[in-house]
DNA sequence: AGGCTGTACTG
DNA sequence: CAGTAC
DNA sequence: GCCT
């Protein structure tokens, strides 16, 4: 005879590839909606901290009730490579083996109390049915998480189809395996060559349409994700042409202060940028995140008449190009482009001409460094910069930690600017260090000008709790800089000693670049190198996900809790630098991305 | 129908 | 506050 | 422009 269960709430986590498992499941188990009403709750996790996240997410913030004395917690490194696999979007092999039992000591009879909430491995159940009665559940016992409070119900944001909702479109007479993504293939285009001279909506097109649909590659599983932080984007992809004319449009609508048009755009070329494969149809495309009937519609005008209409008119307007040589000037954007236009300037030349005094301080800069801020910089050249500030910085205080970011970390091969991150594992060491490694810097002329300099994460951020409310701004001043952007110049050349004799004012020819210097302490700097590390859409993704799927707020500084900016720490323990990154990303319940893979714009 | 990352700086 | 940058 |  089959055991009566108490009320169990079914973790959605790691079933979502499933729909049918999982409503089968929630069907057989009888299980309740609201975890509030669940004395249980189950699900295909190993993990605490997975199961704490899934917690979270359904508005209950708990802290661990340790049962024992033994068991490790689980951000141990070895871990890491299990919650690695068990991400989000990228369930782990289907048909997981019930418990290989974590050993916990049965000891942990204390106080069943209410405030406490249990999570336990699916096996428990099956184990269960199987024996008759219900099992001791201990030996399923993942996690157990007392209430610390309820957070704002935080949307149980859905990114795959609910599993009661699957039966919905059976009137078409396609195989349902292929159809996990979308309720069906969106419109494109109200003039697409589908469907413009159409006379109605007869049945054999909607099948056939569907068919289409069925046809396609299935989509890889992680573009099911609309974070582009969950998604492999590689540098290179097989649309890289089309992806030109999008981003062609997306500038365009930048210089013209679009800004949500911008976003729309730079969506749709993340999602694009990461498929694997060469688009074939608007169809198969409009299934990717971010592309709509509109994208659809470009795409089927670059396939069949070779070129986009809206990009060829951006290409072609002589004020937009205007706009744009404008809007590249650093501390130039929409609002000055279009400013100086409307004074009628057309080139650098009338705004040093008409306008030098005018500018700012840093626009002046971006105007007399125009062309040298433009030029790439190679791989070594970024090495060559970077290996100086170490140097530097070692030099001041011996046991600083270094990575390279930005485009150079993703593997570009030249970049825009130089980002370096810096740490040092005593957190004393970091205090009131970026001035005196400026002014060191300085003495020795690598630096021309420093375009900010910026003390907002010192202040919380070498302390990171009790940032809300009111911390005491920086007193003194300059004592906690943690951010410099620069202006670097190699300040030796090959022939400078000669050309100093011929003329003590000769010319340094080396190439101005802009440099920015993090200093991150050594607690927050994982967050710090993932901040600094990824493309922009990869880091808005990143923001967006902690914000909405976990009530975090990320950002390089550290990650807080939204409601009462309560610092949380995803980073403790050993390790250097990298092990730090790959710490937020599993403390996140995101799946490791390697800095390659960040390659949105 | 509303929202779109989030924040510190400069002027 | 608007504008810019990361 | 797309998503919820």
Not at 442 to 452: A, F, G, K
Request: aromatic share 8%; proline share 7%.
């Amino acid at each position: 005879m089959a055991p009566t269960f108490p009320p169990i709430y079914l973790l959605k986590w790691n079933l979502e590839h499933d729909p049918k498992e999982l409503h089968r499941l929630e069907e057989e188990i009888d299980v309740v909606f609201d975890i509030k009403e669940a004395k249980l709750v189950l699900g295909k996790v190993k993990l605490k901290r997975r199961a704490a996240l899934e917690l979270r997410k359904l508005g209950l913030d708990t802290e661990e009730v340790v049962t024992t004395e033994s068991e490790p917690d689980t951000d141990t490194d070895h871990n890491h490579h299990e919650e690695q696999i068990a991400s989000q979007i990228v369930p782990s092999a289907p048909g997981n083996p019930p418990a290989q039992r974590l050993a916990i000591s049965p000891r942990s009879t204390l106080r069943p109390s209410d405030e406490t909430i249990k999570v336990l491995d699916l096996a428990w159940y099956t184990g269960s049915l199987n024996a008759g009665k219900l099992l001791p559940i201990e030996d399923y016992l993942v996690y157990e998480g007392r209430i610390k409070s309820k957070i704002l119900p935080v949307k149980p944001k859905q990114t795959l189809l609910p599993a009661q909702v699957e039966p919905r479109r059976q009137i078409s007479t396609v195989s349902p395996t292929q159809r996990h993504f979308r309720t069906g293939p969106r419109k494109f285009g109200g003039n697409s060559v589908h469907s413009s001279s159409q006379p109605a909506r007869l049945l054999h097109k909607t099948t056939s349409e569907d068919e289409a649909y069925a046809a396609l590659p299935p989509i890889p599983k992680y573009l099911h994700s609309p974070y582009s932080c969950q998604r492999p984007t590689p540098l290179h992809c097989p649309n890289e042409d089309f992806l030109s004319e999008l981003r062609i449009i997306k500038q365009a609508r930048n210089l013209k202060g679009d800004e949500v048009g911008v976003r729309a755009y730079s969506v749709a070329v993340a999602a694009i940028a990461s498929y694997p494969y060469s688009l074939t149809s608007a169809l198969e495309l409009s299934r990717l995140p971010g592309c709509g009937s509109k994208i659809s519609k470009l795409w089927q005008d670059w396939k069949t008449l070779g070129h986009v209409e809206e990009a060829d008119e951006a290409r072609s307007d002589p004020d937009l190009q205007v706009l744009d040589l404008f809007w590249k000037i650093h501390g130039v954007g929409e609002a000055s482009a279009r400013d100086f236009f409307s004074k009628g300037w057309r080139s650098l030349d009338d705004i040093v001409e008409q306008g030098w005094d005018r500018i700012s301080r840093d626009q002046q800069i971006g105007v007399k460094y125009y062309d040298e801020f433009l030029q790439r910089i190679p791989r070594e050249e970024v090495e060559k910069i970077a290996s100086v500030i170490l140097d530097y910085a070692n030099h001041i205080r011996d046991g600083f930690r270094m990575v390279i970011c930005g485009g150079y970390r993703r593997g570009k091969p030249d970049s825009g600017d130089v980002d370096v991150v810096l740490s040092h594992p005593n957190e004393n060491a970091t205090h009131r260090f970026l001035v005196e490694l400026l002014e060191s810097l300085e003495r020795d002329e690598y630096i021309t000008h420093r375009l900010i300099v910026s003390m907002k994460n010192s202040d919380r951020g070498q302390n990171p709790l009790n940032w809300k409310g009111s911390m005491p701004r920086s007193r003194g001043g300059f004592d906690s800089l943690d951010h410099a952007f620069l202006v670097w110049q190699e300040p030796t050349w090959p022939s400078k000693d000669e050309d100093l004799k011929g003329n003590p004012d000769a010319r340094n020819p080396n190439v101005h670049r802009r440099v920015d210097i993090i200093i991150s302490p050594w607690k927050t700097a994982g967050c710090a190198v993932l901040g600094w590390s990824g493309g922009t859409m990869f880091e808005r993704d990143l923001r967006h996900y902690c914000k909405q799927q976990l009530g975090f707020k990320f950002d390089s500084t550290g990650v807080r809790r939204q409601d009462n900016g309560e610092w949380v720490d995803l980073e403790k323990g050993d390790g250097d630098l990298l092990v730090k990154e790959r710490r937020v990303f599993s403390g996140l319940g995101l799946e490791w991305r390697d800095p390659t893979e960040r390659c949105t714009d």
